[in-house]
T-cell receptor
Framework: NAGVTQTPKFRVLKTGQSMTLLCAQD?????MYWYRQDPGMGLRLIHY???????AKGEVPDGYNVSRLKKQNFLLGLESAAPSQTSVYFC?????????????FGAGTRLSVL | KNQVEQSPQSLIILEGKNCTLQ??????????LRWYKQDTGRGPVSLTI???SENTKSNRRYTATLDADTKQSSLHITASQLSDSASYIC???????????WGAGTKLIIKP
């Protein structure tokens, strides 16, 4: 059982380049999330999705776009990368948004923007 | 402003010893409090979820406490093992799974 899989694991970009991070889950979860984790700070929600074809903004959405064309996949795009987007990105999923539902996380993508 | 603060930032203890990590929060409305364990280079993994009415919850050698009146929680680790070396993150939920307020974590190092 793979759970939540993120690709790639590492990436280095130059300022202005674009890229897409892929998240795939095999747990048939409705909800999916993208977070970023920076040193000394808690995880911050970028975007989330409550089901196939839907997306919503989180706490820090600027500079990112997302798509959820298939229930099992959630893509995070950076159209024009900036050094401030250097971070570790985590994807998570949960069965629903009920307050006691656990979020399951992928292993993360470490992104450096030069 | 909704905030979750954890202390200490880092902690080093010897294998076999106990330790307690602290979490203070100012989140309203409060729904539940979670503790996650994050190994280096990995994503967070849920240890426990506590609702308003729960004071104590145990998961193997981990015991979490919650005082909703003082808005404090603690995570006690008993008989620490090398595999307990990780960051422990306190997370408070406001109303739903996409309204989680994450603490910065306590980095715990267990030395042999």
């Amino acid at each position: 059982n793979a759970g939540v899989t993120q690709t790639p694991k590492f990436r280095v970009l130059k300022t202005g380049q674009s890229m897409t991070l892929l998240c795939a889950q095999d747990m048939n979860h409705e909800y999916m999330y993208w977070y970023r984790q920076d040193p000394g700070m808690g995880l911050r929600l970028i975007h989330y999705s409550v089901g196939e074809g839907t997306t919503a903004k989180g706490e820090v959405p600027d500079g990112y776009n997302v798509s959820r064309l298939k229930k099992q996949n959630f893509l995070l795009g950076l159209e024009s990368a900036a050094p401030s987007q250097t971070s570790v990105y985590f994807c998570a999923s949960s069965y629903s948004s009920r307050v006691l539902d656990i979020q399951y996380f992928g292993a993360g993508t470490r992104l450096s923007v030069l | 402003k909704n905030q979750v603060e954890q202390s200490p930032q880092s902690l080093i203890i010897l294998e076999g010893k106990n330790c307690t990590l602290q979490c203070n929060y100012t989140v309203s409305p409060f729904s539940n409090l979670r503790w996650y364990k994050q190994d280096t280079g990995r994503g967070p993994v849920s240890l426990t979820i506590m609702t308003f009415s729960e004071n104590t919850k145990s998961n193997r050698r981990y015991t979490a406490t919650l005082d909703a009146d003082t808005k404090q929680s603690s995570l006690h680790i008993t008989a620490s093992q090398l595999s307990d070396s990780a960051s422990y993150i306190c997370v408070v939920s406001a109303q739903s799974n996409y309204q989680l307020i994450w603490g910065a974590g306590t980095k715990l190092i267990i030395k042999p």
